[in-house]
């Protein structure tokens, strides 16, 4: 089985930009979260998406949007790119919402802001 | 808000030997899940091992085992007979009740052959 796909793997964008991130989770999982991996730093949690409605969202400034489609799949946009926003996103899912569920991340995206 | 402290940025350990990697968490909650995530250069995270707050017994999987001490909120991995591809960055991470990980800021591990 295939485990949590992203893509791109990596892209490279100028400040002012718009970027969209992808994300299939695994199938059959229904929920999706969103982590951005600074360097050196750990995982910050950014959205969590459960059967396509937003179930929770960290300490990001509005230009920091997702969704999620019928199939599970997700989308992370970010607008107006900072420099700081150059990291690894990291996006996980799991079987359902629940407490102490396991998450499994896919090899995240490089985004690096020029 | 809880927060995780990982207080050692690198380890080093012998092929074969034995080591440790320290965690302490802070929260208010009782009840709350607590990992240890292992992330190659692969980037990919994956789980090494899970402790529900509520179990006295320390979890164990294979090699891998942990100290957990809730009063003191420590929650330490031990990794026995290492091997090199246990090399990599290791995150500490908490959930509760919120559903989100909160994860410390990793510690590096290097296997000597």
């Known amino acids: 089985d295939a485990g949590v796909t992203q893509s791109p793997t990596h892209l490279i964008k100028t400040r002012g930009q718009h970027v969209t991130l992808r994300c299939s989770p695994i199938?059959?999982?229904?929920?999706v979260s969103w982590y951005q991996q600074v360097l050196g730093q750990g995982p910050q949690f950014i959205f969590q998406?459960?059967?396509?409605?937003?179930?929770g969202r960290g300490n990001f400034p509005d230009r920091f949007s997702a969704r999620q489609f019928p199939n599970y799949s997700s989308e992370l946009n970010v607008n107006a790119l900072l420099l700081g926003d150059s990291a690894l996103y990291l996006c996980?899912?799991?079987?359902?919402?629940?407490?102490?569920?396991?998450?499994?991340f896919g090899q995240g995206t490089r985004l690096t802001v020029v | 808000a809880q927060t995780v402290t990982q207080s050692q940025p690198e380890m080093s350990v012998q092929e074969a030997e034995t080591v440790t990697l320290s965690c302490t968490y802070d929260t208010s909650e009782s009840d709350y899940y607590l990992f240890w995530y292992k992330q190659p250069p692969s980037r990919q995270m994956i789980l090494v091992i899970r402790q529900e707050a509520y179990k006295q017994q320390n979890a164990t999987e294979n090699r891998f085992s942990v100290n957990f001490q809730k009063a003191a909120k420590s929650f330490s991995l031990k990794i026995s007979d290492s091997q090199l591809g246990d090399a990599a960055m290791y995150f500490c991470?908490?959930?509760?009740?919120?559903?989100?990980?909160?994860f410390g800021t990793g510690t590096r591990l290097a296997v000597r052959p």
């Open positions: 991470a908490y959930i509760g009740s919120g559903d989100k990980l909160t």
């Open positions: 996980a899912s799991s079987l359902v919402q629940g407490f102490g569920t396991e998450a499994f």
């Open positions: 998406y459960y059967e396509k409605e937003e179930r």
């Open positions: 199938s059959g999982h229904k929920s």
